[in-house]
């Protein structure tokens, strides 16, 4: 069940923003988003490392095994993808917004979700597969369709939004 299906269309996120500034809510959404943060920072870091090792491996032996490592974590083109991203978000956060913002195109939801994490625009980039003008673009598109222009600040309360 939903947190926030029990709230009326004026309470959901966008005046839980309003209302989070001096709240326990407020402070417990922030932690629960930073803690996002830093298991997506680490994973970045860890699969930034880890392509720097397998670029210093001469043994043949060693580099069949890297190779079946990059299937797990590697798209075709040895860059991270959005689905290994998907899982280490909370499930129900792209349905959510969504629901709540129904004219945003895939791309932009993915970017959402990225933004509200801290993710950067050069690893947006990479894990989108655009460019990072067209990271730029697609911020703009979403502030002008939905009214935001504190995304990570207001999508923060979807992740309150599960099942």
């Not at 009326?8 to 417990?28: C, M």
């Not at 990059?70 to 689905?83: I, P, Q, T």
């Not at 207001?154 to 099942?163: N, R």
Request: hydrophobic share 40%; with cysteine.
């Amino acid at each position: 069940m939903s947190c926030l299906a029990n709230l009326t269309n004026s309470e959901k996120p966008d005046s839980l923003l309003h209302h989070a500034g001096n709240s326990k809510l407020g402070e417990v959404v922030e932690q629960i988003r930073l803690s996002y943060v830093h298991v997506l920072k680490v994973y970045l870091l860890l699969l930034k490392r880890y392509k720097q090792m397998r670029e210093n491996i001469t043994d043949d032996g060693l580099k069949r095994n890297i190779h079946l490592l990059d299937n797990l974590f590697l798209d075709e083109k040895g860059k991270v993808s959005w689905d290994e991203i998907r899982k280490m978000i909370p499930p129900n956060l792209e349905k959510s917004i969504k629901n709540k913002y129904a004219m945003l195109n895939e791309n932009e939801i993915k970017l959402c979700c990225l933004l509200l994490f801290e993710v950067t625009p050069h690893n947006i980039s990479n894990i989108l597969k655009i460019s990072k003008d067209t990271v730029y673009v697609l911020k703009n598109k979403i502030k002008h369709k939905t009214g935001i222009f504190e995304i990570k600040e207001v999508l923060k309360y979807f992740l309150l939004d599960f099942e």
